[in-house]
């Protein structure tokens, strides 16, 4: 629309008796009028044309910048898609054996046996970041701290650098997935803490049922010293074939491992040998004390009345334990015989059975056994003493997320003549878990 101007037009009535008009003159101003019309009708709307362009020009410049701020958010949901976030929280409840009770010291406690939250990053195909904090009563620690990589032109094979579980059964079986509240004594002897840090080559066959892994670490007597004192380097390698048999609801793993490595003598040489006897002339400063040994595993799935599982590791070989002497270049010649290294033959195994109740319960029963020392029977100290430890379990899945467990620990020690019975160190463990 637009305003017309006001026109006077003549008034030919009251003109009749008036001199004849001048037709010339009156088209001549008609014309005129005509033209002033839309030319103020042409001029008002090429305001109006131009003010609307003004309006999509502004608006076409909100859209563009809110395309680009949908196309950045849009990155960064890409790349928080990528990030897997999972975790759990294990509260525990335990009550003790008197003898494994000191003076004034609670009989029973309640406490967070594990709260960690794992973090894996995967930006591409074939390669992932994995971070994973523990904040357990009282301690804070980094667990897993590593990535993996997919070799390049060598199908099924990648490559891990940095913090992770050595390659074992039970040490790679997670903590939140395990039948039994802890893992079995003669692994925790020899793989303390379960991860070290170094690289590990891994191979899972996909039309040969064979996974294969070999890892290079430090090898620190302890497995937490973060960095390596020695230049040497412990090998452990493990090998897994499995058999499938779907007719007879079968499945079976069949595994070898093996361990190679060992400890400088740094400051102490004064060695503790195999027969338990106090060596300071066969050993000196810079030497290696052996940390060789080999394991064979088994474990077999089946499906007889809603599942049952039977899984078994056994190890033997060569270990050896520092002294806090051997780190301490100001440390005494009597503290150092005090405390000497010691080199030792050790031998263990461990045997579930693991029965199905249902969809929401499950039995367990689990026998281990570890002699720190095979050499000597009746071993007059006390953290080397044989152990047989039966341990009764059952776990309730209230659903995917919630599990509550029982576990009571029977552990039987070997006695000697500072040790004359076997200790009441029974425990009994209640476990609430939540995962997510």
Do not use: H
Not at 281 to 309: R, V
Not at 320 to 334: F, I, V
Not at 337 to 351: A, E, H, T, V, W
Not at 361 to 375: E, I, L
Request: contains cysteine; proline residues 3%; glycine residues 8%.
């Amino acid at each position: 629309m637009c305003n017309l101007p006001v026109i006077l037009i003549p008034d030919f009535c009251t003109m009749k008796n008036q001199v004849k008009p001048d037709y010339t003159e009156m088209k001549r101003l008609l014309g005129l009028t005509i033209f002033t019309i839309f030319s103020v009708c042409g001029y008002s709307q090429n305001q109006a044309v131009d003010s609307l362009k003004e309006v999509f020009d502004r608006l076409e410049g909100k859209i563009n910048a809110l395309d680009e701020r949908v196309l950045v958010n849009e990155a960064d949901l890409g790349k928080l898609n990528k990030i897997k976030v999972s975790g759990y929280v294990q509260a525990q409840w335990e009550n003790y054996g008197k003898d494994l009770v000191k003076t004034n010291d609670p009989a029973n406690n309640f406490y967070i046996r594990r709260a960690r939250v794992k973090f894996m990053y995967e930006p591409l195909d074939g390669i992932k970041f994995v971070i994973q904090p523990d904040f357990s009563t009282g301690s804070l620690s980094l667990k897993d701290a590593y990535a993996v990589v997919n070799i390049p032109k060598l199908k099924n094979f990648t490559l891990w650098a940095g913090q992770f579980n050595r390659p074992d059964y039970e040490v790679e079986y997670s903590s939140n997935q395990r039948e039994v509240l802890e893992r079995s004594r003669i692994i925790r002897a020899i793989y303390p803490g379960e991860r070290e840090i170094g690289v590990k080559l891994e191979y899972i066959g996909s039309k040969i049922p064979l996974k294969f892994q070999l890892m290079a670490m430090n090898g620190n007597f302890t497995g937490t010293q973060a960095k390596d004192y020695d230049s040497k380097k412990d090998l452990m390698g493990r090998l897994v074939y499995s058999i499938k048999l779907p007719d007879a609801g079968l499945g079976i793993d069949l595994g070898a491992n093996g361990y190679f490595g060992g400890n400088r003598i740094k400051y102490n040489t004064f060695v503790s040998n195999l027969e338990g006897k106090l060596d300071s002339t066969s050993f000196t400063a810079g030497d290696y004390l052996d940390k060789n040994w080999a394991g064979g595993e088994i474990q077999i799935f089946a499906d007889i009345l809603g599942g049952m599982a039977f899984k078994g590791e056994y190890v033997a070989g060569v270990n050896s334990a520092s002294s806090s002497t051997n780190q301490d270049s100001k440390a005494k010649l009597a503290d150092m015989r005090r405390d000497p290294i010691k080199l030792r033959n050790f031998s263990g195994y461990y045997i579930y059975l693991i029965k199905n109740i249902g969809p929401k319960n499950q039995f367990v029963a689990k026998y281990d056994y570890y002699d720190p020392n095979t050499k000597l029977s009746g071993d007059a100290a006390k953290n080397e003493l044989f152990y047989k430890t039966f341990t009764l379990a059952w776990q309730y899945y209230l659903n995917d997320n919630i599990r509550l467990s029982f576990n009571y620990e029977l552990p039987k020690n070997e006695t000697n003549s500072t040790n004359t019975k076997d200790l009441k160190d029974n425990t009994l463990g209640v476990r609430i878990q939540a995962k997510f």
